[in-house]
């Protein structure tokens, strides 16, 4: 079954087209909560990751953290991918670790109207997840770093704070609940 298209998500949720970023971590479970919002509410759903050049997929398959310009071109094709979805007028959802200011600034460049879901989860439950997640290119060993690197959104930054500590399906709930609140 094909996503459903927007008019039909507006009826059936009530909402307009939003354009988030789902950004934390590795392990926060931005991908579950991705999808899951851009099934629910029939949105584009793009994986970030899949964004990056083979180079640093390469790089942190071998354990060592990206740099800015490593990131550099990545978050241009990201910023590049919501451009695109803004400009068709349909709700989107793109996974992006978007740890520092920067790097979300640079993903809003251009006045898109990006919002940002931050997950937040506890250091000792992502390492936890980590271990026990097989197939991605992200090894664990990298948690320290990226914990180092986020810098959490300010209180001025357009973001929706969510814990990852609860269950997905009570996250997407209660996401849902909000922009039906705010629309």
Known sequence: MGAMTASAARVKMGLEPRFLVVMG???????????GLATRLGWHFQE???LHPPANVEKMSTGRPLTDADRAPWLALCHDWLRAQVEAGHGAVLT???LKRAYREQLRANGLPIEFVHIDTSATELAARLERREGHFMPASLLPSQLATLEVPGDDEPVIRVSGEKHPDV???DLIRHFQTEG
């Open 25 to 35: 971590v590795s392990g926060t479970g931005k991908t579950t909560i991705a999808t």
């Open 48 to 50: 970030g990751d899949a």
């Open 96 to 98: 992006c670790s978007a």
């Open 171 to 173: 996250v997407l709930e």
